[in-house]
């Protein structure tokens, strides 16, 4: 039997899902508020300008693994529950690069950086870079909060409503919580591989791939083994995503991350990759960590030590044993549907083999 078209092409669907949303979202606030549309406007430009729409389709083939039909009444509004996801990653992506103080995101300026330019363009009182900051504090929180309603207002039945709002709820506390603690880890110069690694499970882990099949799996009723054995095969395959991103954003090409070289260096990110730098005597890192003028010579000797070292070796033989892991996991799992069994395990691969 051939792939269903929401199966064969999911982010389309998502990504018309959330443009319909979004539209009827900015007409509600225009009316409220004009000067508000421009603000929904910056939201939706954010949310429609780029993402693979992971969160998305793992929550989908969660849905499609515990029986769900694509062909059934209840699709549409299953996409819908799980587009809203889009939103809890573009409040993570605003606010995360807020807290970074990041210029670009995806190779155009961040959203802090877009208001402030435009206080400055329009000469108005205070200071620019204040009211950027504002502006995308406020921005985030309505991706959060709209998030909410997109996915209670998606027409999905009251049991299924029940059943997910445990993973939702949680998924959204794991990911602040991630968030504060990689603030704090940041200020305490905690350069610890167990540092990082909890950062990883609650920051992109947990809201990435566990959670959003977590929710698909609930949604579809699925069994507490099923669930169980989503949730492992989540919880691994999201911190090998995570280390994978690591590793790219100090080797990445800047015209695929759309991010300059070593940007995660001069932000002082504390992830496993600096941890086991250190450890394995990348002394430069010493140097390079938060420094803003880095330069890319600078960035190019500190990755020439973390390979002489081992530590991108041992990174790597971490995201292999963790998609092993997973991998067999889902084996493990029972799984209604192969298809989805199947296509997670592409997913899986495709979420870790990314190339610099």
Not at 183 to 192: C, E, F, I, K, N
Request: contains cysteine; glycine residues 10%; hydrophobic residues 45%.
């Amino acid at each position: 039997m051939p792939p269903h078209p929401l199966d064969l092409d999911l982010p389309k669907h998502v990504d018309a899902a959330l443009a319909g949303y979004l539209a009827d979202r900015r007409d509600l606030g225009a009316r409220m508020e004009e000067n508000f549309g421009g603000a929904v406007d910056a939201l939706a430009d954010f949310v429609l300008g780029g993402g693979k729409r992971i969160r998305p389709t793992f929550a989908w083939w969660g849905w499609r693994a515990a029986g769900g039909d694509p062909d059934s009444p209840l699709a549409e509004a299953v996409l819908t529950a799980v587009s809203s996801l889009e939103l809890i990653q573009a409040c993570a992506l605003i606010h995360d690069d807020l807290m970074d103080a990041s210029e670009t995101r995806r190779g155009r300026p961040t959203v802090h950086v877009r208001f402030a330019r435009r206080h400055r363009a329009h000469d108005w009182l205070g200071e620019p870079e204040r009211f950027g900051l504002a502006a995308a504090v406020l921005i985030g929180d309505v991706a959060l909060a709209w998030a909410d309603d997109m996915l209670f207002a998606a027409g999905l039945p009251n049991d299924a409503l029940r059943r997910l709002s445990l993973p939702w709820r949680d998924m959204r506390t794991e990911m602040l919580a991630g968030q504060y603690l990689d603030v704090l880890t940041q200020a305490r110069g905690d350069a610890s591989p167990d540092a990082a690694l909890r950062i990883d499970r609650l920051k992109t882990a947990a809201y990435t791939v566990e959670r959003p099949l977590h929710m698909g799996a609930a949604i579809g009723g699925g069994s507490p083994e099923l669930v169980e054995g989503l949730r492992s095969f989540g919880t691994d395959i999201g911190v090998a995503f995570q280390l994978r991103d690591d590793l790219l954003g100090v080797f990445g090409d800047p015209a695929v991350t759309g991010k300059p070289a070593g940007d995660d260096l001069r932000e002082g990110k504390r992830t496993l990759l600096v941890a086991l730098g250190m450890r394995f005597g990348a002394d430069e890192l010493h140097d390079a960590l938060g420094r803003p003028d880095l330069d890319v010579a600078a960035v190019d000797v500190v990755r020439s030590r973390l390979v002489e070292v081992g530590a991108v070796a041992a990174v790597e033989e971490r995201i292999a044993a963790l998609t092993e892991s997973a991998l067999a996991a889902l084996d493990k799992a029972p799984v209604t549907e192969p298809a989805a069994a199947e296509r997670l395990a592409e997913l899986a691969i495709s979420a870790t083999k990314r190339t610099y």
